[in-house]
């Protein structure tokens, strides 16, 4: 590993790497690192140190809760020094079995993966059957119950374009605003599993897990989809659906440029 950044004329040039990660969200308590519990940029920054000889600070596209999964989550930081060519597997060599690393790249100088971040998708997988299957346990929301796939498809047309989630944010939170910009919204059956995916400029905490509860309400017809849709006008959370649990949900990918 090369001890010296790059400089240009005075300039000191300062590496920054972009880690595409993937991780099984079960075990821990989330992304943000926290004192004393297990956490996904605790455990990854803990090798990085190792893996550079420095202390590293990573900055996340998107922190997700306790339990939640990731297929394509990014993670940037910068080092003082040129990471080899051999960071990723490095760092799988030291991360935990349900945390992987699937590309480490060198990007543009002052490449930001949360600022820099132009969409987020996620996924939520639903298994829709009268018993439950032992592969899909922690990884799928079991649902046993009814299921109106036209009714689900329905609400997630209605989430496309600027709507307000105010329904599906909790009431204590730190967003000053409510707003997002819903790209693409659907419900799809393969078999036994019901997927929704969602993509959107960017989420606020449960509300994808929001959304998926009160949409299962109207699958069950405990109330309408005219109901779900006057939600998205800015209504108090009080009168949104419960929140589904987090192990059905992944953080799918995050769009740039």
Same mark, same amino acid.
């Given at each position: 590993?090369?001890? /010296?950044v790059?400089t240009v004329?005075?300039t000191?040039r300062?590496?920054t790497? #972009? =880690?595409? +990660? ?7 308590r989330g992304? !943000?690192r926290q004192?004393?519990?297990r956490?996904v &940029?605790?455990? +990854?920054? %803990?090798a990085?140190a %190792? ?13 997700t809760d306790a339990?939640v999964?990731a297929?394509? &989550?990014?993670a @940037?930081f910068?080092t ?9 597997? @490095?760092? /799988?060599? +030291?991360?935990p /079995?349900d945390?992987?690393? $699937?590309? !480490?790249?060198v990007?543009?100088d002052?490449?930001?993966?949360r #600022?820099?971040a132009?969409?987020?998708s996620y996924?939520y997988?639903l298994?829709a ?6 592969f899909e346990?922690?990884?799928a929301l ?9 009714a =689900?498809e ?5 989430l496309v374009?600027n #709507?307000?989630?105010?329904a599906?944010?909790?009431? &204590?939170t730190d967003?000053v605003r409510?707003?997002?910009?819903v790209?693409?919204?659907?419900? &799809? #059956?393969?078999?036994?599993l =019901?997927c929704?995916?969602?993509? !959107?400029?960017?989420f *606020?905490r449960n509300m ?6 009160? *949409?299962l309400?109207?699958?069950s017809g405990?109330r ?9 006008d800015?209504?108090?959370r @009080?009168?949104?659906?419960? $929140? !589904?649990p987090?192990h059905?949900?992944?953080?799918e @990918?995050?769009g740039?440029g």
């Amino acid at each position: 590993m090369p001890n /010296n950044v790059d400089t240009v004329g005075d300039t000191e040039r300062v590496p920054t790497v #972009r =880690l595409d +990660l993937e991780y099984d969200g079960a075990g821990y308590r989330g992304w !943000a690192r926290q004192p004393g519990l297990r956490t996904v &940029q605790g455990e +990854l920054e %803990t090798a990085l140190a %190792t893996a550079l000889r420095e202390p590293i600070t990573l900055t996340v596209a998107g922190r997700t809760d306790a339990g939640v999964h990731a297929h394509g &989550q990014v993670a @940037s930081f910068e080092t003082a020094t040129e990471p080899p060519a051999t960071l990723a597997r @490095s760092l /799988n060599a +030291l991360c935990p /079995n349900d945390l992987a690393v $699937t590309a !480490a790249t060198v990007v543009a100088d002052g490449f930001d993966a949360r #600022r820099d971040a132009r969409s987020r998708s996620y996924l939520y997988r639903l298994e829709a059957r009268p018993a439950p299957s032992p592969f899909e346990r922690g990884r799928a929301l079991w649902w046993p119950h009814r299921v109106d796939l036209g009714a =689900l498809e329905r609400c997630a047309a209605a989430l496309v374009g600027n #709507r307000d989630f105010t329904a599906f944010t909790p009431t &204590q939170t730190d967003h000053v605003r409510f707003r997002r910009d819903v790209l693409a919204a659907s419900w &799809q #059956r393969h078999g036994d599993l =019901l997927c929704f995916r969602i993509a !959107a400029d960017a989420f *606020m905490r449960n509300m994808v897990r929001a959304l998926v509860g009160t *949409m299962l309400e109207v699958s069950s017809g405990r109330r309408s989809v005219d109901d779900f849709t006057a939600l998205l006008d800015g209504a108090p959370r @009080s009168a949104g659906g419960d $929140t !589904a649990p987090p192990h059905g949900l992944y953080l799918e @990918s995050v769009g740039y440029g």
